[in-house]
Structure formats: C-alpha cells, structure tokens
C-alpha cells in the first residue's frame, strides 16, 4: 500500500535532506520533482498544483532557510500538508441509536461492495456490535448467493427476500432487525459497471426510504481518477458521508487516496488492504501521512498486536521463555498470531525506519511462514516439544509428509536452535519481545 509512492518521495526527499543549506532554487526544484511523483501517482492535477503550492509557501520561509536542519524542517511540511490533504482527523462511522443503525453502501459494480460488507460486519462486531448484511442487490447473478456466502464465512447473519423491489427489501430489512433486536443493518446495494440514471434514482429512493444513519461510498483503489470522478457524481446526486477505498493491497499507487478526499470534501473513513475478511482498517490521515513518508505507523501496529495476541497466551509464554522451555509448538502458536496481524510486507511497513537505504530491498515471503507451519504440523508431539531428537530418518519423514525437503526442515531446526540461544542469553531486564515472540 503506497509502497511506490512512497518510495519515490523518500528519494526526492532524501536528496534535500543531503544538502546542508537550502535555497529557494533547490526548494523550487525538489516541488517540482514532487509534483511529477504525485501526478505518476494518478493524483488529480489540481490537487497536485495547489499541495505544491502550499508546501512551496511554507517552505521558504525564514525559519526553514535559516534552519539548522532545514532538509527536516521541508519534510515536517510536507507531512503536515499530506495529513491535511487527506483529512486532518480520522471520522469514524456513525452508528446512530435507532434500532438498527443502517448503514447503505453504494458504488459502481466490481468496487468490492459485497465483500466489503462482510468486512464492515465483522470490523463492528468485534466492537460490540450485533450487526447483519441485507441483500439489495436484485439484479447481478448470484449477488444474493454471494452475500449470503460472504455471511457465513464471517457468522453474520444475511437478510434476503424473494422480490424484485430493493426498496421494499430495504424498508422490511429494518422492520427484521428491529425485532431481532439487531444494532446494525450493512445494505449491499446494486451497482452498474458505469453510472446510470435508473441506478441513481433507485439509490435516491431507497435513502429516501430508510433513512441511513451512514452512506458510505465504495470505490476501487486500483482506478485512480476514475474512482475520484465517480466520486463526484455519486456525490451531486446521492450525497455520501464517507469513502471506503477497496483493493488498496494491490497495484493501488495511492492518487485516488489522496485527492478523494480534497475533491468531495468527504472523509475516508476505511481502507480495504487484504483479500481476508478481517483485512479492513479504518483510516487515520495522520498514520497514512506517516506510512507514505517512510516514518511507519507504531499505534496501528500496536493496535493490530493488541488485537491479534491473546494476554494471557503471551503471560504464560514469558514465563516458559525465563525457564527457558520455549518449544516449536510454542513457535507455532505465535506464528499463527501474527499472521493474524496481517501480511508481513504490511507489518514491516509500519516499523519506523524500513524505508532506509540497507532494508529498502527487504521483500517477505509470505509463503515462508507456509512452508513453516506445514513442516511442524508434520512433527509428532513429541518431536515438537523435544526437537533435539529429530534425527536423519525423522528429518526425511517430516519432508515428506510437509512437502518440503530434509534441508528445509534442517534450516528451521537451526533457526529454532540459535533462536534459543538467543533467549538463554538475554538473562537481564524484564523479558519483552515483538509480538510475543
């Protein structure tokens, strides 16, 4: 996510941070460079233009001049104008007290609307929340099948009805989850591979109707302006309170993240960054800002650690790593919390400092941690708890029943013993290691 983008605007970056005094010409020359970055982003050109205007305003003012860390000092600026760019402050959803609070996604089809909406579902049940997704969609094939799907791949109810009608279906889907005692109704609604009156007046009825406490606009990353063009006509005719932008774990380069909001001056409340259901997060223009400038993003990480790791999993491993009985099924639990947090390249990305020259090239296979987990689901118990008597005939069996090689198996059992190591000789301090690892 971003990875391009930023990676560009860290070189430009970094070679005005190299030089030791700045001067209006070299100031001049780096927005430039900028500029043509953020327009190869798919970044709206005016939102471009006047995003350099006011970092070049800022930018040659005394106190930056005559600045003893003046490179510094630009990039502070242009933190500052990108999280303003993209919002300032993050504006969570608004789930009103009725009973339920309706929530109405609207967006052109193949946005993500339908996935998004078991996303959504999940991201408000694991905040307390009884939530369920309604089938609006009458006219796709399968739409409603695919809802229902994507219902019981996260345990939450879906609402169908035989009809042709979505505002009916909409108006008795409330009616059901007022006396199912629901908090929040997600509507799937239909969408047109492009934008049609009869879909704009069907929207504007079904809103007309239920009176949705959130519209939530759903737009493709991956569409650079044209998601932000579409944007602007969803707004002059249906009006939204918010943007969810889906696919941003692709070939996303991040134009339509930051000019979205400066066009329709309505605020990105979530990012779709995964395939997997639990894969959303809700937007924070700081942390972005933050992520896109190579700076990381620590309390989404944390937050996504606290999330992901069970306390009272971790308490009982610290005590087994200060004894020193730390065993391969104790790896394997941690593994499968972190892979809960997320891809590894992500998790990475929110580190401070990983877009420095030495880890630039770092790439993470994710498939690794595959290869892992098959290899000591291929171990016995015993062998798990006691990896000291894997022999050479025990090492082929593993291979085998793992799909891996007895040299793969070898480099983990290696891996594993100079872990060890590590933590026997880590004897002073309170023991805290990432993750719980």
């Known amino acids: 996510m971003f990875q391009e983008l930023g990676e560009k605007l860290d070189q430009v970056i970094r070679k005005l941070k190299g030089k030791g005094k700045l001067s209006e010409q070299n100031i001049a020359d780096t927005m430039r460079e900028i500029r043509r970055v953020l327009l190869e982003a798919d970044v709206n050109y005016k939102v471009a233009k006047q995003f350099i205007a006011d970092v070049h305003a800022k930018a040659i003012g005394q106190a930056v001049?005559?600045?003893?860390?003046?490179?510094?000092?630009?990039?502070?600026?242009?933190?500052?104008?990108?999280?303003?760019?993209?919002?300032?402050?993050?504006?969570?959803i608004n789930i009103s007290n009725a009973l339920p609070s309706v929530i109405l996604l609207v967006g052109l089809q193949g946005s993500g609307k339908t996935t998004l909406a078991g996303k959504l579902g999940l991201f408000l049940r694991k905040r307390g929340k009884n939530p369920f997704l309604v089938a609006a969609d009458v006219y796709r094939p399968a739409a409603i099948q695919q809802l229902k799907v994507v219902g019981k791949a996260t345990g939450i109810d879906t609402f169908f009805l035989e009809s042709s009608d979505p505002?009916?279906?909409?108006?008795?889907?409330?009616?059901?989850?007022?006396?199912?005692?629901?908090?929040?109704?997600?509507?799937?609604?239909?969408?047109?591979?492009?934008?049609?009156?009869?879909?704009?007046?069907?929207?504007?009825?079904?809103?007309?109707?239920?009176?949705?406490?959130?519209?939530?606009?759903?737009?493709?990353?991956?569409?650079?302006?044209?998601?932000?063009?579409?944007?602007?006509?969803?707004?002059?005719?249906?009006?939204?309170?918010?943007?969810?932008?889906?696919?941003?774990?692709?070939?996303?380069r991040g134009g339509a993240a930051l000019s979205?909001?400066?066009?329709?001056?309505?605020?990105?409340?979530?990012?779709?960054?995964?395939?997997?259901?639990?894969?959303?997060?809700?937007?924070?223009?700081?942390?972005?800002?933050s992520r896109i400038l190579g700076m990381g993003d620590v309390v989404t990480l944390v937050e996504k650690a606290q999330e992901a790791i069970d306390t009272e999993n971790a308490a009982k491993l610290e005590k087994k790593l200060r004894r020193q009985e730390f065993t391969l099924e104790d790896f394997f639990d941690q593994l499968q919390q972190i892979k809960k947090m997320g891809p590894l390249q992500d998790i990475l990305s929110m580190i401070p400092g990983m877009q420095n020259k030495a880890l630039k090239g770092l790439k993470v296979d994710d498939g690794a941690l595959v290869k892992v987990?098959?290899?000591?689901?291929?171990?016995?118990?015993?062998?798990?708890?006691?990896?000291?008597?894997?022999?050479?005939?025990?090492?082929?069996?593993?291979?085998?029943?793992?799909?891996?090689?007895?040299?793969?198996?070898?480099?983990?059992?290696?891996?594993?013993?100079?872990?060890?190591?590590?933590?026997?000789?880590?004897?002073?301090?309170?023991?805290?290691?990432?993750?719980?690892?």
């Not at 000591?376 to 015993?382: D, H, L």
């Open 65 to 92: 001049l005559k600045s003893i860390t003046p490179g510094q000092q630009v990039v502070k600026i242009i933190y500052d104008e990108l999280t303003r760019l993209m919002g300032e402050k993050d504006v969570p």
């Open 167 to 252: 505002v009916e279906i909409c108006k008795k889907a409330v009616v059901h989850g007022r006396t199912h005692m629901k908090d929040v109704a997600i509507i799937d609604t239909a969408g047109r591979l492009h934008i049609d009156e009869a879909m704009m007046d069907e929207l504007g009825k079904i809103k007309y109707a239920i009176k949705p406490s959130e519209v939530l606009f759903v737009a493709d990353g991956m569409t650079g302006q044209d998601a932000v063009n579409t944007a602007k006509t969803f707004l002059e005719r249906i009006d939204f309170d918010g943007v969810v932008l889906t696919k941003m774990d692709g070939d996303a």
């Open 373 to 437: 987990e098959a290899i000591i689901n291929s171990m016995t118990r015993e062998e798990r708890r006691k990896p000291q008597i894997i022999n050479g005939s025990r090492r082929k069996r593993i291979a085998l029943g793992s799909g891996t090689t007895p040299t793969d198996v070898n480099r983990l059992l290696n891996q594993f013993t100079m872990m060890k190591k590590m933590i026997k000789s880590m004897k002073h301090g309170k023991f805290s290691m990432p993750f719980g690892i």
């Open 260 to 289: 979205i909001r400066a066009i329709t001056q309505k605020p990105i409340k979530f990012l779709s960054v995964g395939e997997k259901f639990d894969q959303l997060e809700a937007f924070f223009p700081d942390r972005m800002a």
